[in-house]
């Protein structure tokens, strides 16, 4: 079994929606002897209502203003890992809170292979709204437009990250052996 640093009891994985935080972050917790926290969920469960309808109800603005709080909430869980939402980090305080606390890992995924996985979840209104009645909905194309647009806007805050996991085309039981992997030689450097 891998011994973790004590800046690895808290692992946080970040990327863009549909680059597998949830996914793998359970297997990942499970293989490390952690619990799991996702963050999204955290947040629906006191909200009572899903993020899409937070966004569409409340808006952006109030939505990072509970994000923080309840993030907040999790980076006082230790031996954890936290899923985090797409855009947690690119609140500054999030991601300082985020790096001094424990290792941030950035998962990452092509952005046709991200729409095909979150294409048939409620997610996907996140990216294909308009927000403007009677304008048409958005092509397959314009929406993986728009996630090179945000994935070149968050570039900076997930380059951040103490780890770079790609995604695309792994398995899970792939993924996580490979972020041991990481870990374990994060662990040795830091000693």
Not at 4 to 12: A, C, D, E
Not at 21 to 41: C, E, H, N, Q, W
Not at 104 to 109: E, F, K, T
Not at 154 to 173: A, C, H, L, M, V
Request: glycine share 6%.
């Amino acid at each position: 079994m891998l011994t973790l640093h004590p800046k690895q009891s808290r692992i946080f994985l970040t990327g863009f929606m549909g680059s597998g935080k949830s996914t793998v972050g359970y297997p990942l917790a499970m293989a490390l002897g952690l619990r799991f926290l996702d963050l999204d969920i955290e947040i629906e469960k006191k909200m009572q209502k899903s993020i899409p309808q937070i966004f569409e109800e409340e808006g952006a603005a109030f939505f990072r203003e509970i994000e923080s709080e309840i993030l907040n909430d999790l980076i006082n869980q230790p031996f954890s890992v936290i899923a985090l939402g797409g855009g947690t980090i690119t609140e500054m305080e999030n991601l300082l809170r985020v790096k001094k606390y424990g290792i941030l890992i950035c998962l990452q995924a092509e952005p046709e292979i991200i729409w095909d996985r979150i294409s048939e979840t409620d997610r996907r209104i996140l990216l294909t709204q308009e927000n403007i009645p009677g304008r048409q909905p958005l092509t397959k194309s314009q929406i993986e437009d728009r996630i090179e647009r945000l994935l070149r806007l968050r570039k900076p805050y997930y380059d951040e990250s103490d780890i770079f996991i790609n995604t695309t085309g792994k398995s899970i039981p792939q993924i996580v052996d490979e972020i041991i992997n990481q870990l374990d030689i994060e662990r040795l450097q830091a000693l």
